[in-house]
């Protein structure tokens, strides 16, 4: 019986009761309580056994424990890896220069120099020729917002393929680059383009399919080397309001045009000094006030280009009197606009050619559509 006021079963051990832990803490005394009940026994957990893993080929008892698989594996693959760099590496790395040679992308090339310092060793280009004409192949595509930067780790007669686009930052390359856009002058520059070079080095740097538009500052400005445009437009960034010279020589640079078209400028190309040299070969002037202009003498070749005046003070060649050079199958929109009131100077060759002869010169050149567009454009009155 229960005493009446007192429990006969502590709070405690009622707590405990209740978690099932009944034989250990209350003991025998707490079975058929009344308040509790009959303790349930307690059953044993199963045990389950895994199975084995498969043998996987292994012999009887040879089967590697978890922790050694993957260093054997590991090992074999160092082994793997070590004899076929040993084949590419082997003699004079013959096979090596072969498969990097289809590699016709710089940064990967870059990425393969960074391997190994044996790698870095076969891809210096100063220490082997196989190295310097894996390099001479490759293109180095420089991507938007950060392309000039990646101009900098480059060399003499890199290649350099520009993405479409707008690049408004200023350039300025201190060495011979061969610098492509985008096809149908998808790439723009709108900043200010500077090259240097030396010219007893005897590489020609190379700009082909760039679009460059400019007002307040030359678009190309050459303070030395050898440079060639190949289907290139210079163009005013105000339309039809005249910008400053597109090109401006310096410091002795040479520089040859092939089928490029400068458009709305004071004047297409502006010599400098009398160490300059220009070549211009089926190119097409527009709207410039002065085509070719040689302030100090220098040396100037043209032959199959078109100058169009709309102006009456518009000249195609305004060259000072110690200029020297030869002028061939070129002629202007207007009757006397290519020299103006001025004559050829003693030290030029002029052969005046037929306005036919000049089509048929624009289109061996792949520049006839461009050419004979201009010369049936309407003169200025």
Same mark, same amino acid.
């Given at each position: ?70 260093? +054997?594996?590991? @090992? =074999? #693959?160092?082994? !793997?890896? %070590? ?7 082997? *003699?004079? $790395?013959? &096979? ?31 220490? +082997?020729?196989? @190295? =310097? #004409?894996?390099? !001479?192949? %490759? ?7 950060? *392309?000039? $930067?990646? &101009? ?54 190379? &700009? ?174």
């Amino acid at each position: 019986q229960i005493a009446p006021g007192r429990p006969a079963v502590s709070r405690k051990r009622c707590a405990a009761a209740a978690g099932g832990d009944d034989r250990q803490r209350l003991g025998p005394a707490s079975e058929g309580s009344p308040l509790h009940g009959p303790v349930s026994p307690q059953l044993p957990l199963p045990t389950v056994k895994s199975p084995m893993p498969p043998r996987l080929g292994y012999s009887k008892g040879a089967i590697p424990s978890p922790a050694r698989a993957p260093r +054997a594996a590991a @090992a =074999a #693959a160092c082994a !793997s890896s %070590s004899l076929c760099r040993w084949v590419l590496e082997h *003699g004079n $790395a013959e &096979l090596f220069y072969t498969v990097l040679l289809f590699l016709d992308d710089a940064w990967a090339l870059r990425a393969a120099s960074c391997v190994c310092s044996g790698w870095r060793r076969l891809l210096d280009r100063a220490a +082997a020729d196989g @190295a =310097a #004409a894996i390099w !001479s192949a %490759s293109t180095l595509t420089a991507p938007r917002g950060r *392309g000039w $930067a990646s &101009l900098r780790a480059t060399r003499p007669g890199d290649k350099v393929r520009l993405l479409p686009g707008s690049f408004p930052s200023p350039l300025e390359l201190s060495h011979p680059l061969e610098l492509t856009g985008a096809p149908g002058h998808a790439t723009h520059l709108t900043g200010p383009l500077i090259l240097r070079g030396s010219s007893t080095a005897g590489r020609v740097g190379l &700009l082909r399919s760039l679009h460059l538009s400019h007002f307040y500052n030359p678009a190309v400005t050459l303070l030395g080397g050898a440079w060639r445009f190949e289907g290139c437009t210079i163009d005013s960034s105000r339309r039809t309001a005249r910008a400053v010279a597109g090109v401006v020589l310096r410091g002795g640079a040479s520089l040859e045009l092939v089928g490029c078209t400068i458009i709305s400028a004071s004047a297409a190309v502006n010599l400098c000094e009398a160490g300059c040299a220009l070549t211009a070969t089926s190119s097409c002037f527009r709207n410039v006030k002065s085509g070719v202009l040689c302030e100090r003498g220098g040396s100037v070749t043209v032959f199959g280009c078109r100058f169009d005046a709309l102006s009456g003070s518009d000249v195609g060649l305004r060259l000072s009197a110690d200029t020297t050079g030869d002028v061939r199958a070129s002629s202007a929109s207007r009757p006397g606009a290519l020299w103006g009131r001025m004559a050829p100077p003693p030290g030029v060759v002029f052969v005046e050619a037929a306005e036919e002869d000049v089509d048929v010169v624009a289109v061996e050149a792949g520049m006839g559509g461009m050419l004979l567009h201009a010369a049936g454009a309407p003169q200025a009155a």
